[in-house]
Structures are given as C-alpha cells and as structure tokens.
C-alpha cells in the first residue's frame, strides 16, 4: 500500500470520527460548546484536491445514465450560491474560532462546485450557462437559508445515493470517487444546527423573538419553494436550490418506492452522523418529520 494511500484513508477516516475525548457534559450555548461544533468542522477536514481526482471510466449504459441526469446545471449552480452565502457570512463574524469554521465550510462548499465541474466535464455533460453569483444583502439571513436548505435536501440526498449504490446506478467506482463530497455535506448540517442552538442563546433576550422568527420565515420559504418544485423551474427559467433533491428523486428513485427511499434516508442519516462525538446536537426537524410519515407509506 501506497503512502499516499494510507493517507488518503488516514484523511477519509477523521473526515468521518470525530470525538473530544472526555465524557464532561456540554451546555448548548456554552464557549466550550461552541468550540467543539467548530473543532468538529476544523479537524475533520479532508484536503482532497478536485484537480487530481481520477474520474473512473464507466461503461456505456453507466456512462448514460449519469449524463442524463437532469440535476447538474442545479447541483453546480446551488454550491455556487451557497459557497457565497457562507463566505459572506464568515467575514461578518467577529469570533476568529468561528469566522475560521465557516470559512473553511465555504471553501468546501466552493470546492464542491469545482469537484461537480470537473465530474461533467470528464464525462462531457453539458452545462448551461452560470448566472452571477452575488454577496447577499442580509448575510445571517443567506446563511440560515442556506444551513436549513441543506438539512432538507442532504437528508433526502444521503438516501438517493446509498439507493443509486444499491441499484447499480451509479457504479461502485463513481460512488467511490463522489463519497467524500456526500459526508462533507453531514458535516456542514451537524455544525450548522449546533451553530442554531449556540447562536440563539447567545443572544439577548430581547432579540431571541427576531431571530425564532427568521427561523419561521426561513422554513416557509423553503417549503414554498418545494411546493414550487411541483411545477417546475420559475417562469425566469431560474434553477432553485431546492430542485436538487426532487429533480434527483425523479431521475434515481424510479425504481424505489417512497417508504424504501424514507427508510434509507433515516438509515444514512443515522450512519453518516454516528462517528461524531454525541454531545453534539443532530439534526432532528426533517428525521421526525420523515418517521411520521413512514405511518402512512405502505410497506
């Protein structure tokens, strides 16, 4: 074996373990609270670099059914945005340990985009033309939006990708390959749902009804734009964030039915957030939301 192997499994395994060590409980809100979220998403970094990844060949029928799917004009589009939307955010964070935090998850969200570009353009998916990407006016605002789109659309994309492995759509060199991008994506929602819970005790009393709002208002513009989705792309012909996991559902759950897809959603969920250290907080919202509606999924 290799060294740079080793490396590379050495990178792959702290991407995915990650513990304090000591057993002291945590107070949500605490500096030490904070300190964990962003040590978690500082020290489980993995330093792969797009330009040196080596897409696999895949045979004709593969070759196929990756490029027709109808996700990655969006899927570039929607790290694009949310690379800038984190950024911004970053640079109007006083806190050097947490501004350093959201900085690297930025730039792993920017490197999402560029890992997403070279996968198209080896296996010669054409893209259409990006819009502009510019800084939000509201900074906290893009983040949030951005935070609990991603807890939506990871969740259902964790049970996508372990049901395209299991089907064969993907083969097991392209799922190989592409796996890095997936349990960064675990990582990104674990630190932002505890950055919710520190950020809003955090505040003054006084400012905690705003900012229980924002979280409200956040949630209805992502359920109006999945509601949206139904319909299609906006009479602008803009591709939304959320159209990644729907669009995505479409194309690879063809074969699944809904409870399959949901059980796998909770199976990947659970699996791809178990090797962080458990004080920290997990996202719940969407996991409740989809055991409710296993109740009313056949088996």
């Known amino acids: 074996m290799s060294d740079t192997l080793e490396e590379q499994e050495a990178a792959d395994y702290a991407m995915r373990h990650w513990s ?26 993995n330093p792969y670099k797009p330009a040196v990844i080596a897409w696999p060949e895949l045979p004709p029928d593969a070759l196929a059914r990756v490029t027709s799917l109808p996700i990655w004009d969006i899927a570039v589009q929607t790290e694009g945005r949310a690379s800038v939307r984190v950024a ?15 900085q690297l998850g930025g730039a792993e969200e920017a490197r999402h985009k560029v890992v997403l570009s070279k996968l ?53 060199a392209l799922v190989e390959t592409f796996e890095p991008v997936i349990q960064e994506e675990a990582r990104h929602i674990l630190f932002f749902v505890n950055w919710v819970a520190w950020h809003r005790r955090n505040l003054p009393w006084w400012k905690r009804p705003w900012f229980f709002a924002c979280v409200v208002g956040v949630w209805f513009l992502l359920v109006w734009e999945r509601v949206a989705i139904a319909k299609g792309i906006d009479a ?24 399959k897809l949901v059980e796998l959603c909770l199976e990947e969920n659970e699996r791809r957030m178990s090797g962080y250290d458990a004080r920290l907080l997990r996202p719940t919202f969407v996991p409740r939301l989809a055991k409710f509606a296993l109740r009313f999924l056949r088996k």
């Open 120 to 172: 198209v353009g080896a296996y010669g998916i054409e893209l259409a033309p990006e819009p502009e990407y510019p800084a939000p006016r509201d900074a906290e605002w893009a983040w949030m939006v951005t935070g609990f789109s991603e807890c939506i659309d990871s969740f259902f994309a964790f049970g996508l990708f372990r049901s395209a492995q299991l089907s064969g759509f993907f083969p097991d």
């Open 236 to 259: 602008e012909g803009v591709a939304h964030d959320a159209n990644f996991a729907a669009r995505g559902a479409a194309a690879v759950g063809e074969a699944i039915t809904p409870r």
């Open 20 to 45: 304090v060590g000591d057993k002291v409980p945590i107070k949500l809100g605490s500096q030490a609270h904070k300190r964990m979220f962003c040590r978690m998403l500082l020290e489980t970094h």
């Open 88 to 102: 911004t955010y970053a640079a109007s964070v006083r806190d050097p340990l947490l501004r350093e935090a959201l």
